[in-house]
């Protein structure tokens, strides 16, 4: 299922090579630093999504953050679903849920030019982004906001 979501062409074109990034994935299930999660309505799985505390991997772009603070990465897999504000939903029920058990801060960080992705995010409630540029590349970090959305 990881396999086909990720071979989408909305996928891959955010994600990279599907094979590459199931062995990504493949590896952050046995990393216990990685919550991986598979996302369904009414029984039909239709996206992925992994959040981690940002000092577990450093990053530039996530490094003032404070600790136990989570960073979300997430993909919807299934093409009928997209636009349907499912995204959205399951994003805002997570960061939520993570603010809840205690994270100071939870945080995305799409592409600048993920334009659909950015709009689901702020959808879901990551108000506040500044434009970062990370390896040559413009990457929004985007910050949960519970009372935006």
């Not at 981690?52 to 003032?64: D, G, I, K, T």
């Not at 989570?70 to 399951?90: N, Q």
Request: aromatic letters at 8%.
């Amino acid at each position: 299922m990881l396999r086909r979501w990720l071979a989408t062409p909305e996928v891959r074109k955010w994600w990279g090579d599907p094979d590459h990034e199931l062995g990504l994935i493949e590896e952050d299930l046995q990393e216990d630093r990685m919550a991986n999660l598979i996302v369904a309505v009414d029984g039909q799985p239709f996206a992925y999504v992994q959040h981690y505390e940002v000092h577990s991997w450093p990053q530039e772009h996530l490094a003032h953050l404070p600790a136990g603070s989570r960073a979300i990465d997430t993909f919807v897999g299934e093409p009928t679903m997209l636009g349907k504000g499912h995204g959205s939903g399951y994003l805002r029920q997570l960061a939520i849920e993570l603010l809840a058990s205690g994270a100071p801060e939870v945080v995305i960080d799409p592409e600048a030019d993920n334009i659909r992705a950015c709009r689901a995010y702020e959808k879901a409630g990551f108000g506040k982004a500044e434009r970062r540029v990370v390896s040559g590349e413009a990457i929004m970090v985007m910050y949960f906001t519970p009372n935006t959305g």
